[in-house]
């Protein structure tokens, strides 16, 4: 009897693949490698995940495929157990002496990247108080820009990364439903949220913890649903933050739930309301979600971005919405929250299959309250797959006070 292994999370070979492909495309541009920085890059590429800090990091390959990280020396063991390359050089800490930069600068003559550099930045990015030389005045070499095709790469998910994500939302959908099921009427965002994404993760690590990793940058993991301070007249805020608020009637919701596997996002979204709904609360709850199926009808293999965003617009001017409209009809994701492309009037991206979107256009009402849902969709051969599957209509979405 064959036993099969079940393994939730990239392969060996997928890595492999993936920097066959910027291999590929560094030889082809005449370009001696690549320094990327970006924490998701050095994920992609090695399946390292770490915490970025002021203290520099890199992912480099050189023209002949040889892989190496560069790692502060409290990461050199984590790297070496974790990362899928050749080599690990290290410094002993920022900003030190000699600054890191110059370390990196040795690694890469001893690598061979002296002429033409890729890179996603000319330096570590300034963030939590870094200060630092640039890569080209530090090589003396011409620095290009991979970002285009590192972003073009990682639009498509594989079969692999669909798998990640479909999981993600598996427990996205149960932290919900907990997160509904205890919002009433005199309680705080702060203790519904918590227990629901508590109780969720718990769930999931009960079912997949042997196989599951969070891979998450700032958090433990797992799942979590939660409000965001999107309560009441805040929810007119798209991206208002937490603030304790206590659920009162009459509130309209807008809520968040998702969770990190393995570094893989997903987002679902619901506009709720606690009682019995307003006809103003009626109207613009099935104007949200008209906006969010014109943008499912016009979403298929082919068309442009920038399109779908166009169509959702059309439909906000012809019943006068326009007044109520705040951001474009959503995003790519994957391993960051939000990713390129995005479904945006001057996005002109082609959508392609395995493509994976949230799909949220959402209206905001002054003194009423926001309306948005969000779906994770995927791009398919002949057209979409709404991944997410919580309900949608209105009656399932009423908190009985």
């Known amino acids: 009897m064959t036993v099969t292994k079940v393994q939730l999370r990239i392969s060996e070979a997928e890595y492999k693949q993936r920097c066959e492909r910027l291999l590929a495309h560094l030889n ?26 002021e203290r520099p990091m890199a992912f480099v390959m050189n ?103 479909r999981e993600s939302i598996r427990w996205g959908n149960l932290a919900h439903l907990l997160l509904q099921r205890y919002t009433r009427v005199g309680l705080t965002e702060t203790e519904v949220s918590q227990r629901a994404s508590n109780e969720a993760t718990r769930a999931m690590l009960d079912a997949i913890g042997p ?24 929810s007119a805020i798209p991206h208002a933050l937490a603030a304790n608020l206590t659920f009162q009637p009459g509130d309209v919701l807008v809520t968040g739930a ?15 309301i606690i009682g019995e709904p307003s006809a103003e609360q009626r109207r613009f709850f099935e104007h949200m979600c008209a906006l969010q199926e014109t943008a ?27 007044p109520y409209w705040k ?30 979107f949230t799909v949220e256009p959402g209206l905001y009402v002054p003194n009423l309250g926001g309306f948005r849902h969000s779906d994770t969709v995927l791009i398919t051969e002949t057209g979409i797959e709404i991944m997410t599957y919580y309900p949608r209509d209105l009656p399932s979405l009423i908190i009985p006070i």
């Open 63 to 165: 023209e002949h495929g040889e892989r190496g990280l560069f790692v502060p020396r409290l990461e050199v063991e984590h790297a070496q157990a974790n990362a899928l390359i050749d080599r690990v050089d290290h410094y002993a800490e920022y900003p030190g002496d000699p600054h890191p930069m110059h370390v990196l600068a040795q690694m890469l003559a001893a690598m061979g990247v002296r002429k033409a550099i890729g890179a996603d930045e000319d330096g570590y990015p300034w963030i939590l108080g870094y200060r630092g030389p640039r890569l080209s005045d530090l090589t003396g070499a011409e620095v290009r820009n991979l970002r285009p095709f590192i972003e073009d790469q990682m639009m498509v998910k594989s079969p692999a990364e669909i798998a990640l994500i």
């Open 28 to 53: 082809a541009e005449g370009l001696s490698g690549a320094v990327l920085f970006d924490r998701s890059y050095i994920l992609y590429y090695t399946g390292f995940a770490f915490i970025p800090t």
């Open 258 to 272: 998702g969770a990190t596997v393995w570094g893989y996002e997903s987002e679902l979204e619901r506009t709720m």
């Open 296 to 322: 499912f009808e016009a979403m298929r293999p082919g068309v442009c971005c920038s399109d779908v965003d166009r169509a959702v617009r059309a439909y906000f001017e012809k019943h006068d919405l326009m």
């Open 327 to 356: 951001h474009h009809s959503g995003h790519s994701i994957g391993l960051r929250y939000h990713e390129a492309p995005f479904l945006d009037t001057g996005d002109h991206t082609e959508l392609k299959p395995g493509m994976v």
């Open 211 to 234: 196989i599951y990793r969070a891979q998450a940058a700032f958090s433990d993991g797992g799942a979590g649903a939660g409000y965001r301070g999107q309560i009441g007249r805040s």
